[in-house]
């Protein structure tokens, strides 16, 4: 037969049959609570604490970079031949690049992401989403290595018979492909914002004689409207921060990046490069990574900035 602990069980008092919980009930769940609530803000902590450390990591070694490099030449010159034998350092070729191929991502990605969460939001039956959601999951799941070896050696082919111009290492496929990778969060993000726009606000517009796409367009992405935002803006995050897809397709030449056609480097291709390297500790040429990480590292904090900006000002509260 099973046993009762009677010493930390509450127990019944005499008045009324009230629960009046003993002392070493209580006791117990007051420890219970205090572990509970250290260990999360230990789990709190240690983020911050990781975040913290990278900044000072690039805050750090970016200083000692620019106490040799004029920021005004870093921010201005349009060349980046950090190796060469009169090193150049214009970080704007890489700028260019990275922005090149994210703006051909979010030019695929947008749309299609939009669409698709109308449709999962607003047109699929439930088992429909339920097949489709995993399958984006599991896009998301693929190693970025198979997607830049599919955009080298599967797509830029197929691509060259369209386009006879376009060049082995180019920016036009990685960026497609990056739109391809971005897609599920994308719409992951932007659909779950659509759901919790409230029923009522469809059946007003369905009485006042508005079809489902009509409802769609007009009453549920407005509605939606910081959450939706807030999607492009996470893609937008993802796709700059990209790494293996432009290291191996989009190539490493550091120009400036007006062609889409033609290869460029990125600022993340270039730190897979150079962290390749033989280059000695501290040396120029090598602190060069933390500069352009740095670099990298306000892009996406100014477009997270604009995500919780537009989300604050836009949000719909239900």
């Known amino acids: 037969?099973?046993?009762?602990?009677?010493?930390?069980?509450?127990?019944?008092?005499?008045?009324?049959?009230?629960?009046?919980?003993?002392?070493?009930?209580?006791?117990?769940?007051?420890i219970t609570g205090a572990v509970v609530r250290v260990f999360l803000f230990l789990a709190a902590a240690l983020s911050v604490f990781i975040t913290a450390a990278i900044v000072y990591i690039l805050v750090y070694d970016s200083i000692l970079f620019f106490q040799k490099v004029s920021i005004v030449d870093f921010l201005t010159d349009t060349e980046w031949t950090p190796v060469?034998?009169?090193?150049?350092?214009?970080?704007?070729?890489?700028v260019s690049g990275t922005l090149m191929t994210t703006l051909i991502g979010?030019?695929?990605?947008?749309?299609?992401?939009?669409?698709?969460?109308?449709?999962?939001?607003?047109?699929?039956?439930?088992r429909t989403r339920e097949i489709i959601k995993p399958i984006l999951e599991l896009l998301a799941g693929v190693p970025t290595v198979a997607f830049g070896y599919f955009a080298l050696f599967f797509l830029t082919p197929l691509f060259q018979i369209f386009?006879?111009?376009?060049?082995?290492?180019?920016?036009?496929?990685?960026?497609?492909?990056?739109?391809?990778?971005?897609?599920?969060?994308?719409v992951s993000v932007a659909e779950d914002a659509m759901r919790a726009v409230p029923?009522?606000?469809?059946?007003?517009?369905?009485?006042?004689?508005?079809?489902?796409?009509?409802?769609a367009i007009r009453v549920v992405i407005p509605?939606?409207?910081?959450?939706?935002?807030?999607?492009y803006l996470l893609?937008?995050?993802?796709?700059?921060?990209?790494?293996?897809?432009?290291?191996?397709?989009?190539?490493?030449?550091?120009?400036?990046?007006?062609?889409?056609?033609?290869?460029?480097a990125t600022i993340t291709a270039y730190i897979v490069q150079i962290s390749l390297g033989d280059l000695p500790h501290n040396s120029l040429a090598y602190l060069?990574?933390?500069?352009?990480g740095l670099t990298l590292f306000l892009m996406t904090l100014v477009f997270n900035l604009i995500a919780f900006w537009l989300r604050k000002k836009y949000r719909e509260v239900y």
């Open 1 to 30: 037969m099973a046993t009762i602990d009677l010493a930390s069980a509450p127990t019944q008092g005499a008045a009324g049959g009230q629960l009046v919980a003993s002392a070493a009930f209580l006791r117990r769940r007051a």
């Open 84 to 94: 060469f034998e009169k090193p150049r350092f214009g970080i704007i070729t890489l």
């Open 106 to 126: 979010l030019v695929v990605a947008m749309p299609a992401g939009t669409i698709l969460s109308i449709y999962l939001s607003e047109f699929a039956g439930h």
């Open 163 to 186: 386009i006879p111009n376009l060049s082995g290492f180019n920016l036009l496929v990685p960026g497609i492909v990056i739109g391809i990778m971005i897609l599920p969060y994308i």
């Open 199 to 215: 029923d009522p606000l469809r059946e007003g517009a369905f009485a006042l004689g508005f079809t489902r796409f009509q409802t």
């Open 223 to 231: 509605g939606a409207f910081s959450g939706v935002t807030a999607a």
């Open 235 to 264: 893609g937008m995050s993802r796709a700059v921060g990209e790494t293996m897809v432009v290291a191996i397709a989009a190539g490493q030449q550091a120009t400036l990046a007006y062609n889409p056609l033609e290869g460029a």
């Open 288 to 292: 060069t990574i933390f500069a352009a």
